[in-house]
């Protein structure tokens, strides 16, 4: 008996030091020191484009008026006048309202790069104006930001572009690899008028771009519990969405008289059954490469849990699987959103129907997601149909092991010191969805620092981007854009 205690004990002791020892080892890569670099920009002329760019009305509505379409005109004619530069050194090609520019690099041989965002933006709800610090459109300056809808999202992308490049060829930057820019002015209803042409003409012409770089995510802070460093998550995929109709159905008939078998009763069974079976998912892949670089420099009780997946990965999924912002990350989300059945209070439905949205995650396929809903839910009661557009699936997953990633996270790192950089998956959906066809690798990431209040400005309220932050977004794109190009 005292053998076998003695036994257990050592075997405890053996566990409790090798957790230990891989929450010790469990840190960052020795990573290289970065000197940090900076650029003498033209800061004046930086903000008041970004001010002047907020200014322009240009709103994606699903249906566009006249009106609506000359302010895209107009914001072009004012490009040109405010980057004459850019359009004396490039060729454009205009797909719709959507811009391309190229600016031939000296090496025919070295596949091009694309650098992208969208000059659209999404509508101020109506009502909510008067709740603005600053009019929406006024682009107002004040000490700290420069405010207004696409502050964020995303005409500081567009203009920081512009910027760095306008500040590359000042100083007679010769590219090596030809250099794509181009503007959307329909991301938010979707792209297919603008990057979606831009891809196929590029496909059709044959071009192969090595990397592409979107709009996605910034740096935030606050982001990791018990971490104060900025964390840039540059996103190398992209969640697919697809909607299912799932259907109860019953005879019907007088609401005076109801069955035991109903509509809705058949439905509400499904849906709950839904929300008890949420698809499978946990830190694997990408989101495991993610997480796991971002645990390396939380507080050691976490590490503790990060570092021994082996032992503690249920807890951390589970854990994971609570948060929604995290969830999100980890699986295919399901989020029933409309509900209809009878059209009378005293009819009862022969069908009660729910549209299911379901986010994919690249692990899975939309067939994927229809299979889970029919094993779950499919009986002779319930039905589970497609709406009539099919789904969208999740993107490639890119890497981030590529010269073009490494790009990306050495820039930042020289611009901003000491930050985590981690691969990232988008929940949202960007124009790479389209870009994502021509190119090996796609990235999205807006190299602006970011707080949690400020992301609320995004499509929400009170837009705004603090005025340094944005000029040292600018350094960022000229240093990605300068090593992204040379070699
Ligand atoms: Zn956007």
Redesign the pocket.
């Known amino acids: 008996m005292l053998r076998f205690i003695k036994f257990c004990s050592l075997g405890l002791l053996f566990l409790v030091a090798l957790v230990l020892v891989n929450a010790l080892t469990h840190n960052p890569e020795n990573e290289e020191s970065y000197n940090k670099t900076t650029f003498e920009i033209n800061e004046d002329r930086a903000i008041t484009n970004l001010s002047n760019s907020i200014k322009f009305k240009t709103i994606s509505n699903q249906n566009r008026t006249e009106e609506s379409l000359q302010e895209f005109e107009r914001f072009i004619d004012w490009l040109k006048e405010s980057y004459k530069l850019v359009h004396q050194n490039t060729s454009l090609q205009i797909f719709n309202d959507t811009l391309l520019f190229k600016w031939k690099g000296s090496n025919p041989h070295l596949k091009p790069i694309l650098v992208t965002g969208?000059y659209d933006v999404v509508p101020v709800i109506p009502g909510t104006e008067d709740n603005w610090m600053e009019p929406p459109y006024s682009g107002a300056i004040d000490s700290e930001y420069v405010w207004g809808r696409g502050a964020l999202?995303?005409k500081s992308g567009v203009i920081g572009i512009l910027e760095a490049v306008s500040f590359l060829m000042e100083s007679g930057f010769e590219p090596a690899r030809t250099i794509y820019l181009s503007f959307g002015h329909d991301?938010e209803i979707g792209g297919v008028n603008g990057a979606a042409e831009v891809a196929r003409y590029l496909s059709e012409s044959n071009v192969q771009l090595e990397w592409s770089l979107d709009?996605g995510s910034f740096l935030l802070g606050g982001f990791i519990p018990g971490v104060d460093k900025l964390v840039a998550a540059i996103n190398v995929a992209e969640k697919g969405s697809v909607t299912l109709q799932v259907v109860g159905k019953a005879k019907g008939g007088h609401s005076s008289m109801p069955t035991r078998s109903s509509a809705v009763g058949h439905l509400s069974k499904a849906l709950v059954k839904l929300d008890e079976n949420r698809m499978p998912g946990g830190l694997d892949g990408l989101s495991l490469a993610m997480f796991d670089e971002m645990s390396k420099h939380m507080p050691f009780v976490y590490k503790i849990a990060f570092a021994n997946r082996w032992l503690f990965g249920g807890i951390i999924d589970s854990y994971l699987s609570q948060v929604p912002a995290t969830n999100a990350m980890l699986r295919t989300t399901t989020a029933p959103t409309m509900l209809s059945a009878s059209v009378k209070t005293n009819v009862l439905p022969i069908e009660a129907t729910a549209l299911v949205n379901f986010r994919i995650h690249p692990q899975n396929s939309v067939e994927d997601v229809f299979d889970h809903v029919r094993g779950l839910v499919e009986n002779e009661n319930v039905e589970v149909r497609a709406l009539s557009y099919s789904g969208r699936p999740a993107s490639q997953v890119s890497s981030w092991e590529s010269r073009g990633y490494k790009v990306i996270e050495s820039s930042v790192k020289e611009i901003f010191g000491d930050v985590i950089v981690a691969p990232g998956l988008m929940i949202a959906g960007?124009d790479t969805r389209h870009y994502g066809k021509v190119a090996d690798n796609s990235y999205r990431f807006n190299p602006f620092p970011l707080s949690n209040e400020e992301f609320a400005g995004f499509h929400g309220t009170n837009e705004r981007i603090k005025k340094k932050d944005f000029l040292d977004g600018i350094r960022a794109y000229i240093r990605i854009i300068e090593k992204g190009s040379s070699s």
């Open positions: 969208h999202d995303d991301e709009e960007s």
